[in-house]
């Protein structure tokens, strides 16, 4: 994973990183823990399984951070609170910034740390000469709201195959970068 970029100390004790090989673990455990209080209401059981598998193991991780995916995280101390990709440049379209993932552990939403993930992500695109900033989310996902109070506007409805059957029913959502 990238490190070449300095540690962002916030709030409280926590620190916003970049994340290092050593962190998929970390990476994964967060996102087993969000996973089903996130769509435990919205997808069965068996699609929760199949998405975790296809994006969060090890080997899936492995191939997002060669295909250009920056993952950084959110530390309070040694423990990851939280975490987000992005990939700059997103299917070679240069100033679009992806927005591929952004999670925080179940008991850690609601302290504005959400924010500063997604601050940090657009902050590191700006960086990386981004002007325009989109992501996918669930359509029945609560985290619409919070990216719709982050300025970002539903440019249209998507459904996703992704395998055995299963899609992802979402909307696709943008901003421009400040």
């Known amino acids: 994973m990238h490190v070449n970029f300095m540690t962002f100390p916030t709030a409280n004790n926590l620190h916003i990183r970049a994340a290092v090989i050593a962190d998929i673990l ?19 059981e068996e699609q929760t399984c199949y998405m975790l598998e296809m994006m969060y193991s090890t080997e899936a991780l492995h191939a997002q951070i060669k295909k250009g ?31 591929h993932k952004l999670y925080l552990l179940p008991e850690e939403k609601g302290k504005g740390l959400g924010i500063k993930l997604l601050q940090e992500v657009m902050l ?29 506007s539903i440019l249209q409805e998507e459904d996703i195959s992704i395998g ?9 959502m943008g901003r421009d970068l400040p």
């Open 26 to 44: 970390a990476i994964q455990k967060v996102a087993q823990r969000t996973w089903r209080p996130t769509y435990g209401n919205i997808l069965s």
């Open 69 to 99: 995916h920056t993952f950084i995280v959110l530390e309070r101390g040694n423990e990851v609170l939280g975490f987000a990709s992005f990939e700059a440049n997103h299917k070679m379209e240069p100033g679009l910034c992806k927005l």
């Open 124 to 152: 590191l695109a700006k960086q990386r000469g981004q002007q325009r900033i989109w992501l996918h989310v669930n359509r029945y996902n609560p985290a619409r709201d919070f990216y719709l109070k982050c300025g970002f």
């Open 164 to 172: 055995q059957g299963y899609y992802m029913n979402d909307y696709l």
